[in-house]
């Protein structure tokens, strides 16, 4: 099958109303089968204010702002213009992002006129309960998930561990790995600056800890604060350095009112900010891959970071970085120590970290998901084919 015979109608809850790493992953594949020939259409909440240009031809879907999180927005289904507008491009795949309504609607749209679906997953959305206090709700959210899931031709995954958690709950038989890339002219060890660490107050010998992306609680910010703290029980010289911006940011800033806050950085200033770290901290259990993490390594920072999914495929314990149960805090604080007082074991880990990130190519891992769309489309077809030849 030829690139330019596929037509993808891809259905998201967020494509670039915020800039994370989501957001970013999808754009760049929208112009990876843009080059390839491919045509697509995407179909997503749109925003007056979005946060960066979207790649390729965007539908706006209806929607309402998350309450309480205003920055995010459920989308409502798949209204009759939409849906008008789905018959006329005439999609031969559907790509879902999310689990929010309008991805479902796309799915049953799809089912009832034989067009194969695949699901995307990029966040672990039952994890978030905890942080919410509403972890009863877990089962219920991880039902709803799997009948979404189930009711699509395959699932693509960032990161082994992540499909092994998918397996696991059953979600469906068909799992294969959609990765991340990292862009090495921006993320690189050269970007390192002792100026810039100067200009916002860190001095040369004082061991930055790092915090990236999104200040929100689901990130672990309780865990990251407690270990700080545990480190400063130690005796240890140290500066945290948070880059990003997030609701959460106010909390944060009260939790460790001596980090320096960059906020949203973008560009070779953000390469700049992680290169002129010491160390990135992530906590965080909800990662599906963890793109910070990738741009640390890019940057040869060695990673501290817990035993979950996404973390485990990139940090690999004692080799790129060093990992810990999550929520144990005196662990994360002792392997800070352990950074902060051997420089050549942070080098060293630093630059395995680089060697691995070198092999993260965009191109090449996005080609993965034309081989999904392909393999799908061929497979409904040998299906259609069968069906037909047992109808009597």
Avoid at 220 to 244: C, M, N, P, Q
Wanted: charged residues 25%; proline residues 5%.
């Amino acid at each position: 099958m030829q690139p330019n015979e596929i037509r993808v109608a891809l259905v998201s809850g967020n494509y670039n109303i915020v800039r994370d790493g989501a957001n970013g992953a999808l754009n760049r594949l929208v112009e990876y089968l843009l080059r390839q020939g491919v045509h697509v259409r995407i179909y997503s909440p749109t925003s007056d204010h979005p946060a960066f240009p979207a790649t390729g031809d965007l539908v706006s879907l209806p929607s309402v702002p998350i309450p309480g999180r205003s920055e995010y927005r459920v989308s409502l289904g798949l209204p009759a213009h939409v849906r008008r507008d789905l018959e006329e491009f005439a999609p031969n795949i559907i790509h879902i992002s999310s689990p929010d309504i309008s991805p479902h609607r796309a799915v049953s749209w799809a089912r009832r006129r034989g067009i194969p679906a695949i699901a995307s997953v990029h966040t672990r959305f039952d994890t978030y309960l905890h942080y919410y206090g509403l972890t009863n709700l877990e089962p219920l959210v991880r039902a709803i998930l799997r009948r979404l899931y189930r009711r699509c031709d395959a699932i693509v995954a960032p990161a082994e561990s992540t499909a092994a958690v998918l397996r696991a709950q059953r979600m469906n038989r068909y799992i294969s790995i959609w990765s991340r890339g990292v862009d090495r002219q921006q993320f690189n060890p050269e970007r390192r600056s002792m100026e810039w660490r100067r200009s916002h107050g860190i001095a040369d010998d004082e061991f930055a800890v790092l915090f990236l992306g999104r200040i929100v609680m689901e990130k672990a910010l309780d865990v990251f604060g407690d270990a700080i703290d545990a480190l400063t029980e130690r005796g240890v010289k140290h500066h945290v350095l948070v880059v990003g911006e997030g609701p959460a940011r106010a909390w944060f800033q009260e939790r460790i009112p001596t980090a320096v806050f960059t906020g949203e950085l973008r560009g070779a200033e953000l390469a700049t900010a992680i290169a002129s770290a010491d160390v990135l901290l992530n906590p965080s259990v909800t990662e599906a891959f963890g793109n910070v993490t990738l741009e640390a390594m890019a940057s040869a920072l060695p990673v501290i970071a817990v035993n979950s999914t996404g973390s485990t495929n990139l940090v690999r314990d004692g080799e790129t970085g060093l990992l810990a149960d999550p929520g144990d805090v005196e662990t994360i604080a002792d392997e800070l120590a352990s950074y902060a007082s051997d420089s050549e074991l942070k080098r060293k880990h630093g630059e395995a970290g680089l060697a691995i990130a070198k092999t993260y190519d965009w191109d090449q891992i996005n080609s993965a998901v034309l081989k999904t769309y392909e393999r799908v489309i061929e497979r409904r077809k040998r299906l259609k084919r069968l069906s037909r030849r047992w109808t009597f």
